[in-house]
T-cell receptor, first 117, second 116 residues
Framework: NAGVTQTPKFQVLKTGQSMTLQCAQD?????MSWYRQDPGMGLRLIHY???????DQGEVPNGYNVSRSTTEDFPLRLLSAAPSQTSVYFC????????????????FGEGSRLTVL | AQKVTQAQTEISVVEKEDVTLDCVYE???????LFWYKQPPSGELVFLIR??????QNEISGRYSWNFQKSTSSFNFTITASQVVDSAVYFC?????????????FGTGTRLTIIP
């Protein structure tokens, strides 16, 4: 199983450029989310989705857009990159409400390291 | 607001020693979940455990054990007979009890180094 797949793994942008971080999962999970990891700050929630067509903001949503047109995909868009968005980004997914979960694990992708110059 | 505190920024122990990583949380919810994740030097996040706030039984899995105490709002993690492969950053996290809507609040992590 591929699990949660993120692309690209590394990206360098100039200030003001736009880009999309891709996230796809093949586990038929309803819930997907994006986190950013910064040194000394742990992981912080950016945006999340509880199903196709439904998205909501997390703790640090400014500067990011998301959409959820399919169950499998949850792309994260940076419309005008800023140096403050230099970070490692993680996509995660898990089963939706009503599904019996044994471990309750939130599955993470391998991360995407973004540098904004 | 939810908060997770991992006061130990870095810990170093000699191989085979036992080590405990502390986690203290704050939440107004009566039902919540607590997690531990491991992040090895390769960078991925490895799920270790999730506990329901109603289940205060301690958990043991091989060399790993977890001590959940609601009275002190703590969910500590102990590695027994540590090994070099245990070297990693460990994150404690908390989520509110909306099942299928796991918005995790992470601690800042503890970097554990096992010295051979």
């Amino acid at each position: 199983n591929a699990g949660v797949t993120q692309t690209p793994k590394f990206q360098v942008l100039k200030t003001g450029q736009s880009m999309t971080l891709q996230c796809a999962q093949d586990m038929n999970h309803e819930y997907m989310s994006w986190y950013r990891q910064d040194p000394g700050m742990g992981l912080r929630l950016i945006h999340y989705s509880v199903g196709a067509g439904i998205t909501d903001q997390g703790e640090v949503p400014n500067g990011y857009n998301v959409s959820r047109s399919t169950t499998e995909d949850f792309p994260l868009r940076l419309l005008s990159a800023a140096p403050s968005q230099t970070s490692v980004y993680f996509c995660a997914s898990t089963h939706g409400a009503g599904v019996t979960v044994v471990s309750g694990e939130l599955f993470f992708g391998e991360g995407s390291r973004l540098t904004v110059l | 607001a939810q908060k997770v505190t991992q006061a130990q920024t870095e810990i170093s122990v000699v191989e085979k020693e036992d080590v405990t990583l502390d986690c203290v949380y704050e939440t107004r919810d009566t039902t919540y979940y607590l997690f531990w994740y491991k992040q090895p030097p390769s960078g991925e996040l490895v799920f270790l455990i999730r506990r329901n706030s109603f289940d205060e039984q301690n958990e043991i899995s091989g060399r790993y054990s977890w001590n959940f105490q609601k009275s002190t709002s703590s969910f500590n993690f102990t590695i027994t007979a540590s090994q070099v492969v245990d070297s990693a950053v460990y994150f404690c996290a908390l989520s509110e009890a909306n099942f299928g809507n796991e918005k995790l609040t992470f601690g800042t992590g503890t970097r554990l180094t096992i010295i051979p």
